[in-house]
């Protein structure tokens, strides 16, 4: 980033002017499974916790499970001062035809700002573009949630509301699917396995199978889709699906 976007003077000037800087190393929340255990010796042999529940720490752990799951060197987080997560950008997805990391990176601060709520969402739904598609992966569940695969459904142009339609293809490898749609503000457990209670919506189905869910909403709502394997099982599985989403509008 220093070597990049923030070599810009005035970059460096706005982020002074509007905002808080800090910066945290991804392995001291955990997000790094083969340093926690050295880590959590590490800090037992200095007497130096690390409260891994704060707001702040939460808000970027749930930044982490938003959006775009690339892989990426750096996640710059936009966190309002009652952390709430505003924008994500990764750093690898700086590159884009036409456009310089530094002026991307400020349309990027400014969006978040202005409320726009930048990276956050998957996909975006809108009366121009009221279809979209996208491919994933349905992993194995883990106890801590991290192989869970999160969708971000953003619908809130649909003012009046509208019905919610997800048309899924799983992938022919040996998993099944597991597909919850819940609201974006919904707390996934953190102890135990995402299920379909607190849910709007679910289905499920073996490799190879076509499902769909559906859901009638009365106003503009941004929306999460969580896909798992649906067997809690010892033995590790992956496999893909497609979804075509989209909404009519009422």
Same mark, same amino acid.
């Not at 790094?32 to 050295?38: D, G, I």
């Not at 709502?221 to 893909?240: H, S």
């Given at each position: ?10 970059? +460096? ?10 910066? +945290? ?40 499970? /938003? ?10 987080? +936009? ?25 991307? $990176? ?17 996909? &975006? ?11 994933? &992966?349905?992993? /194995? ?7 869970? /695969? ?34 974006? *503000?919904?707390?996934?457990? +953190? ?23 559906? $859901?009638?909403? *009365? ?7 969580? &896909? ?8 590790? $599985? ?13």
């Amino acid at each position: 980033m220093r070597a990049v976007v923030l070599s810009k003077d005035s970059m +460096v000037e706005f982020l002074n002017e509007h905002f808080i800087n800090t910066w +945290v190393p991804n392995s001291e929340l955990g997000r790094v499974r083969s340093l926690r255990e050295p880590i959590a010796k590490k800090r037992e042999r200095e007497s130096t916790p690390f409260d891994t529940t704060h707001p702040l720490a939460q808000a970027i752990i749930r930044g982490w499970k /938003t959006g775009s799951k690339k892989g990426s060197p750096v996640d710059s987080f +936009v966190i309002s001062p009652e952390f709430e997560l505003m924008g994500k950008q990764q750093f690898n997805d700086l590159e884009i035809d036409g456009i310089s990391p530094k002026e991307y $990176y400020h349309a990027f601060l400014r969006d978040a700002l202005e409320g726009k709520e930048p990276g956050l969402g998957n996909i &975006v739904l809108s009366n121009e573009h009221p279809l979209q598609e996208v491919s994933d &992966v349905i992993r /194995t569940p883990t106890v801590d949630n991290e192989n869970l /695969t999160i969708v971000m459904i953003d619908a809130r142009s649909f003012e009046n509301g509208g019905t919610l339609t997800i048309d899924i293809l799983i992938g022919r490898e040996d998993a099944e699917g597991a597909f919850y749609l819940f609201d974006r *503000d919904f707390e996934l457990p +953190v102890e135990e396995e995402v299920s379909e209670e607190g849910s709007l919506a679910w289905t499920w189905g073996e490799s190879g199978e076509k499902r769909e869910i559906k $859901y009638r909403f *009365d106003r503009g709502q941004f929306f999460k889709l969580v &896909v798992t394997r649906y067997w809690d099982e010892d033995v590790p $599985y992956i496999n893909a699906f497609h979804a075509k989403v989209s909404v009519e509008e009422n």
